[in-house]
């Protein structure tokens, strides 16, 4: 009996030793999966099924979404440990699989959608691989007009809502100001600024600050204005001068307001850089849009769009990205 048990003993130590060896594989990303298998039917659509019309880059979109494929199934293969961040966007992975298939279906393949107001993608991907130098020279254009008057604009702003939240004599005078001009949109200002500017550059950056000044300088003053007054009364106590007041004590709990502000100047100015464009200058990317509708360039026209929405958006998010940062202190309070 004692040979039968230590026999047992033994050969359940060499399993258990067995177990531990083993490796342990990582857990599958099916989200994952799923994405790739619709990026690989895109691919194979775009390969095999011929075009109506011969594109000269389709062979080059077959093989950017069959990258897609290999890199969407080598993350769910390892278990996508590294890159759990977008695990959450599985559905839109495969989602973007299923527009693009069916973009091309009613495009290149079926021409359901007549040319030239729906191009196909491989179209767009023309206009960056054939035009990308005149893309690359608006959107630089463009920045060169939004980020200065962006930054004016924020500054001015609140510098003058600081003001008018915390004195009463600037609030005053301020105030009105703000209240009857404030509501009028930038792009009101175009003739005007357009012919008291010495140049097109000039007026545009004047319009960008403008649609920035007065959402920041209104939120900025809502924001000091509401500053709890035991904050005051607590920083007096403690000998806080009236310079200590504002910039320890008005500013930073008026931040989150401010933030607003820039948001919402960031939106406007994106709406009057274009419209400025548009009308005056002649580079950017509001310009791009208006040549290529006058020569009907529509795939130059939806890339320059693509372009732009990509553009705006890394700016928003790296505005969030600050403000982050800023507001730190404020984890768990500020939720938007």
């Known amino acids: 009996m004692n040979s039968i048990a230590e026999t047992d003993r033994f050969a359940l130590l060499g399993a258990s030793s067995q177990d531990k060896s083993a490796p342990i594989l990582p857990p599958l990303w099916r989200g994952g999966l799923a994405a790739a298998a619709g990026w690989a039917v895109a691919a194979s659509l775009t390969w095999f099924w011929p075009d109506l019309t011969p594109w000269a880059r389709t062979d080059l979109l077959a093989l950017l979404e069959l990258g897609v494929t290999l890199l969407l199934a080598a993350v769910a293969l390892s278990g ?59 959107v630089w254009r463009s920045l060169f007009l939004l980020i200065p008057g962006y930054a004016i604009g924020g500054i001015l702003g609140f510098t003058t809502g600081a003001l008018i939240g915390w004195s009463k004599a600037a609030n005053y005078w301020g105030h009105p100001v703000l209240r009857f001009v404030g509501p009028l949109p930038a792009t009101a200002w175009l003739p005007i600024a357009f012919f008291f500017f010495p140049g097109s550059h000039s007026a545009s950056t004047f319009l960008v600050g403008l649609a920035t000044f007065f959402p920041v300088a209104v939120l900025t003053a809502s924001g000091v204005k509401g500053v709890n007054s035991a904050y005051y009364d607590i920083a007096r106590t403690l000998g806080g001068s009236e310079r200590f007041l504002i910039l320890k004590v008005a500013v930073p709990a008026a931040l989150p307001n401010v933030f607003v502000g820039l948001f919402m100047g960031l939106g406007s100015s994106f709406a009057v850089l274009i419209i400025a464009e548009m009308m005056g200058v002649k580079a950017g990317l509001g310009w791009y849009l208006q040549w290529a509708q006058g020569w009907a360039a529509y795939a130059n026209l939806y890339g320059a769009l693509i372009v732009m929405a990509l553009l705006f958006s890394g700016l928003i998010s790296l505005l969030f990205f600050v403000r982050d940062r800023v507001l730190a202190w404020q984890k768990g309070i500020v939720r938007w």
């Open 80 to 138: 996508g440990g590294r890159f759990a961040l977008i695990h959450p966007y599985n559905r839109w992975f495969g989602a973007l699989a299923g527009i693009l298939t069916l973009w091309q279906v009613l495009t290149a393949k079926t021409g359901l959608l007549p040319l030239p107001f729906f191009p196909p993608p491989q179209s767009i991907l023309e206009v960056y691989t054939d035009d990308a130098a005149r893309l690359f020279e608006s």
